[in-house]
């Protein structure tokens, strides 16, 4: 089983719509989870991150945590073409080290 | 402003010849990490420094190794590059806690290339 699962999409929503980016993980011990944009061609831009169950809010963006599930969601209020992009979930694992998903590959219509 | 600089952006090697990736940051952040991404895959850590202790991810291969002489700045060296070494290589860098929970801030990436 993969420690960080995403669906790579693609994901197509209009724009202006909600984005409902999703990922599950297998480490329970996780305390720590950000999501990440990567252009194409780029390098990952943090987006988000959570520490605690629940949601967290910034913008047009809202993190969701669900230590219980194992799940970690973003919404993206009012989507634009350029919120297309890749977006990776990660997870601390522990120590030092930061495990990402392959990512969810987001396409807004405008 | 602050930021994390990997040079060069673009890097073409002939296979088996030895290349080195550069990283500087002026985040002044004692962690700094080396990724491999390739196309349509997660980032791979490959090693991590916190301030001079030098941390190898298992899998890492014999291959690759690291240099970090001062804060700032930190190398990768690719001894004997092979054509499945083609990939985008990612630095980045977090702020001090030992717990090493900290956001990571990544440098644009170097893009290498194995002729």
């Known amino acids: 089983q993969k420690e960080v699962e995403q669906n790579s999409g693609p994901l197509s929503v209009p724009e202006g719509a909600i984005a409902s980016l999703n990922c599950t993980y297998s480490?329970?011990?996780?305390?720590?989870f950000f999501w990440y944009r990567q252009y194409s061609g780029k390098s990952p831009e943090l987006i988000m991150f959570i520490y605690s169950n629940g949601d967290k809010e910034d913008g047009r963006f809202t993190a969701q945590l669900n230590k219980a599930s194992q799940y970690v969601s973003l919404l993206i209020r009012d989507s634009q073409p350029s919120d297309s992009a890749t977006y990776l979930c990660a997870l601390h694992t522990g120590g030092f080290k930061t495990i990402f998903g392959a990512g969810t590959r987001l396409f807004v219509k405008a | 402003d602050a930021m994390v600089i990997q040079n060069p952006r673009y890097q073409v090697t002939q296979f088996g010849k030895p290349v080195t990736l550069s990283c500087s940051q002026t985040?002044?952040?004692?962690?700094m990490y080396w990724y491999q991404q390739k196309s349509s895959q997660a980032p791979k850590l490959l090693f991590h420094?916190?301030?001079?202790?030098?941390?190898n991810e298992a899998d890492t291969p014999d291959n690759f190794q690291s240099r970090r002489p001062n804060t700032s700045f930190c190398f990768l060296d690719i001894r004997s590059p092979g054509l499945g070494d083609a990939a985008m290589y990612l630095c980045a860098t977090s702020g001090g806690t030992t717990r090493g929970n900290q956001p990571q801030h990544f440098g644009d990436g170097t893009r290498l290339s194995i002729l």
């Open positions: 420094y916190y301030d001079k202790d030098f941390n």
């Open positions: 480490d329970r011990g996780s305390q720590s």
């Open positions: 985040l002044n952040h004692n962690v």
